[in-house]
C-alpha cells in the first residue's frame, strides 16, 4: 500500500529510479554454501544459579 502512495506522490519516473537504487541484483545462491545452524548450535547459556544476585 505505501508504495502506491508513494508512486501517486513522485511520479512514475521517480519511483522507477528508487526502485532501481535499492532493490538487490539477482543472486547467484549456487556460489554459495548452507550454514544453517539451530540456536543451541549458535548460542550458549549459564546455569539459571548464575543469573541471580547474592546480597
Known sequence: ?????L???????QFNRLKRFFCD??????Q???VTKSF???FSSDH???????G
Do not use: F, Q, R
Not at 500500500?1 to 502512495?5: A, D, E, G, S
Not at 508512486?7 to 519516473?13: D, F, L, N, P
Not at 544459579?49 to 547474592?54: K, M
Open 48 to 54: 539459571l544459579d548464575s543469573l541471580y544476585v547474592n
Open 1 to 5: 500500500m505505501l508504495n502506491i502512495y
Open 7 to 13: 508512486y501517486k506522490k513522485i511520479g512514475k519516473a
Open 25 to 30: 541484483d539477482h543472486i547467484l545462491t549456487d
Open 40 to 42: 543451541a548450535e549458535v
Open 32 to 34: 554459495y554454501e548452507g
